[in-house]
């Protein structure tokens, strides 16, 4: 079970702490993934971290502005947001990946978190 919580409404330029608590999975082996959904759209890749913290990858949007980071002792997965933009407005989902893979690709995972909403103000 994935666990996001941490999203708010925020003006251009602040920052935001996504978090994303996992239970009943071996979290250290997992890679983990944050995406982003707006409304009668695909679901996009946000950061994805593998499960030794080693290799990080992000979207050309979010590059230099977030970070994913991951506690293998809280098994919790984080994404830091700064300098938001009103175009990072949508819901945000964590997701689990059982392989390590630690894909850009949505349909590699096979558990997601609820969602958190974030509302970038201009």
């Known amino acids: 079970q994935l666990q996001a919580s941490g999203g708010g409404l925020v003006q251009a330029g602040d920052s935001l702490r996504l978090s994303c608590a996992i239970s009943g999975r071996t979290f250290a082996k997992e890679g983990m993934g944050w995406f982003r959904q707006a409304p009668g759209k695909e679901r996009e890749f946000v950061a994805a971290i593998s499960p030794d913290r080693v290799r990080s990858y992000y979207a050309d949007s979010v590059q230099g502005r977030f970070t994913i980071s991951r506690d293998n002792v809280k098994n919790t997965v984080y994404l830091q947001m700064n300098s938001l933009k009103p175009e990072d407005t949508t819901v945000y989902y964590c997701?689990?990946?059982?392989?390590?893979?630690?894909?850009?690709?949505?349909?590699?995972?096979?558990?997601w978190g609820q969602g958190t909403q974030v509302t970038v103000s201009s």
């Open positions: 997701a689990a990946e059982r392989y390590g893979a630690s894909s850009r690709f949505a349909w590699n995972y096979d558990s």
